[in-house]
């Protein structure tokens, strides 16, 4: 008999609030106007911004570190030809999938940076001195 009058009184707590809850999304509905709206969203802008992202491509050419001068420049040469290539409009996420030596870069062809909040103001401004769409070499 305990476990019967708990179970009603639950069922009748869950049936109240929730008809409470519902005249409370009610009302708020109703006071909530056009006019409202807009003006809340013109003192509040900020809220809404996203920050800017910045989106890099890359292409992983390794060299042994003990692999000396010839295993350094022939890697240093493949990145030039490969380089050369995305320079000359051939699609970079081809490239990396043919020539990067990093799986996830192989995969996906990309990876997306941070939200610029993550990086410092100087860091900021730095990259925003620098030009789009801008290639560089090993």
Avoid: C
């Amino acid at each position: 008999m305990n476990n019967s009058k708990i179970s009603k009184k639950e069922r009748v707590v869950t049936q109240v609030s929730s008809e409470k809850r519902d005249e409370f999304e009610k009302r708020a509905f109703e006071a909530v106007t056009d006019d409202f709206l807009r003006n809340y969203y013109e003192k509040n802008k900020q809220k809404f911004m996203e920050p800017e992202r910045l989106h890099l491509r890359s292409i992983l050419v390794k060299a042994d570190p003990g692999g000396g001068a010839v295993v350094w420049n022939e890697s240093k040469r493949k990145a030039e030809e490969i380089l050369k290539q995305a320079k000359s409009g051939k699609d970079f996420a081809k490239l990396a999938e043919e020539f990067s030596e990093d799986r996830r870069a192989v995969s996906e062809g990309t990876w997306a940076g941070p939200t610029w909040a993550a990086y410092s103001r100087r860091s900021r401004r730095r990259w925003r001195l620098r030009k789009w769409r801008r290639w560089s070499g090993p």
